[in-house]
């Protein structure tokens, strides 16, 4: 932690003899060494079978100069991480929180399954985990399709600020992830300025989540589908009676994308729920959606 003048890569072996590292094992461990260059080993942990809590958080924080790709089985043989020894749990500190946190210089698409045999991972997993990685190019299609015990704050900011991502946001990303609460979807994807397309139907599942705060703001290039939230039949009962949190949700920038239509949040049954709205479409022109001017003011719409 701190040994900004530690140079070099990552031995392979590093940690090989370590099979008894368990309870926040790795937290920090190189948080800040940001000298460190080359790619992260593929079997960097595959020894370290016993490691559990929240056994990776902020482990690669602001490692900026590593490199290369994700190695696809890097957490497979970690299947304990996200056991909770109950008491004993500080609930800001996810299995994954923050690990991969501003490195800048990791590169490609993130590994399908990066976190398929992380199973008991829990709350929030996946906050920060690839904030500011500003060189990955996609996230694939059942990224979190096993990690059904997630919960508040589990993908807060998880890939803020992520420039490079680029294509349609995947079909069912969020689809097994029912548990997902409080602040769920803070500024999830904030700032990815090269996501094109969103899936129909993306948050539809998610009920539990209180927050779509800044979820998609800054993503500039950004085709808005009307069915965004859900299709047609589900307006009515989606949101129904919940508190929830739209402000800055699709605040965008100058717009670079192909023309789309925005999900009308203004036309949903709340029921008796609070709903903050402010600011959720502001920047959004008729050039960035055909139903600009149905937008009520009270939702952000900018005076014309």
């Not at 808005?224 to 047609?232: A, N």
């Not at 699709?250 to 789309?260: I, Q, V």
């Amino acid at each position: 932690y701190g040994c900004v003048q530690l140079s070099g890569s990552i031995p392979q072996d590093l940690f090989k003899y370590n099979e008894l590292a368990s309870d926040s094992a790795f937290y920090a461990t190189f948080q800040f060494c940001n000298t460190l260059t080359g790619s992260i080993p593929q079997d960097l942990f595959r020894y370290n079978i016993n490691v559990s809590g929240p056994g990776f958080w902020q482990m690669f924080t602001y490692c900026y100069n590593l490199s290369g790709n994700i190695p696809q089985d890097l957490f497979k043989y970690n299947i304990l991480v996200g056991n909770e020894n109950e008491g004993d749990y500080d609930a800001l500190n996810g299995a994954f929180r923050a690990m991969f946190h501003s490195c800048e210089n990791l590169t490609g698409p993130i590994p399908q399954d990066l976190f398929s045999f992380n199973t008991n991972v829990n709350r929030n997993a996946f906050e920060l985990t690839f904030f500011k990685c500003k060189n990955l190019t996609s996230i694939p299609t059942d990224l979190f399709r096993y990690n059904v015990n997630v919960g508040d704050r589990a993908f807060d900011s998880s890939f803020e600020f992520c420039e490079s991502l680029s294509g349609s946001i995947p079909v069912d990303l969020f689809r097994y992830n029912t548990l997902v609460g409080d602040r769920g979807f803070y500024q999830t994807f904030t700032g990815c300025e090269s996501l094109s397309a969103v899936p129909k139907n993306l948050f539809l599942y998610n009920t539990l989540n209180n927050s779509f705060y800044a979820t998609l703001q800054g993503c500039n290039n950004l085709t808005l589908d009307p069915e965004l939230f859900c299709t047609s039949e589900h307006k009515s009962t989606i949101f129904k009676n919940r508190d929830l949190d739209f402000r800055y949700c699709m605040n965008y920038g100058p717009f670079t994308g192909t023309l789309g239509t925005a999900p009308d949040l203004w036309n949903y049954d709340f029921g008796s729920g609070t709903i903050q709205k402010s600011n959720c479409f502001k920047g959004q022109t008729v050039l960035s959606v055909t139903n600009f001017n149905d937008i009520p003011l009270e939702w952000g719409r900018n005076p014309t």
